[in-house]
């Protein structure tokens, strides 16, 4: 039934239900408040870190956990304590993301560029981030989300597809005190909103691809 609705000539399969995967990532998590004067940045200090991920069919979880590269941290922009967890299922016409990020420790730059650089260190501002994303693919019959991402299948010939959806996104930002938003220690904000883009995966021979997406 599943092959009956692509083009055999454009998507593969593999007979193994299951794949484990590790891999390197920096994903960081930037806070801008913006003032009468200027707009403040607030910038963790997290470089590369190594993560884990298992494919189960349609579903991907990877997880990542913010020490793998330790020594490529500048110490003088002191220390950030970093949690990342994604899970997504890339099914035949829909596609679902979810994830969990917590950043503790972010320092500011200020005369950025300047020979008096300053830079102020906010160890107790905390971000944390929950969101769900879905989208639909238009050309699933020739594109496959899971050959890029989840490797349950195979793009043999090089393919694209628009994108439509939309999302919901919640965030929490705390602090003791280097931080504050209208007089308060506390901020919370809810998010949502309709999406759209492309993907394109090009096949390189039999068994090397790249994929992007906008």
Do not use: M
Request: with cysteine.
């Amino acid at each position: 039934v599943c092959q009956a609705q692509t083009d055999s000539s454009y998507i593969g399969f593999y007979d193994q239900k299951i794949a484990l995967r590790t891999f390197v990532s920096r994903n960081f998590l930037i806070l801008t408040q913006e003032t009468k004067n200027d707009d403040i940045s607030f910038v963790p200090n997290n470089p590369s870190n190594i993560g884990l991920g298992i494919a189960i069919n349609n579903t991907v979880i990877s997880f990542g956990y913010g020490y793998g590269f330790d020594f490529l941290r500048d110490k003088k922009k002191g220390k950030t304590k970093s949690f990342d967890f994604q899970l997504h299922n890339y099914g035949r016409k829909y596609v679902l993301d979810l994830f969990i990020q917590e950043y503790k420790g972010f320092y500011q730059e200020k005369n950025s560029g300047k020979k008096n650089e300053e830079i102020i260190l906010h160890p107790d501002l905390k971000i944390r981030s929950y969101g769900l994303h879905g989208q639909y693919v238009f050309n699933n019959k020739k594109f496959s989300y899971k050959a890029a991402f989840g490797h349950g299948e195979k793009q043999l010939k090089s393919a694209g597809s628009f994108l439509l959806g939309g999302g919901i996104y919640l965030t929490k930002i705390s602090s003791d005190s280097s931080f504050f938003y209208k007089d308060k220690y506390v901020f919370r904000n809810f998010q949502f909103g309709v999406s759209g883009g492309y993907t394109h995966t090009w096949a390189l021979g039999r068994h090397w691809f790249i994929n992007g997406s906008i």
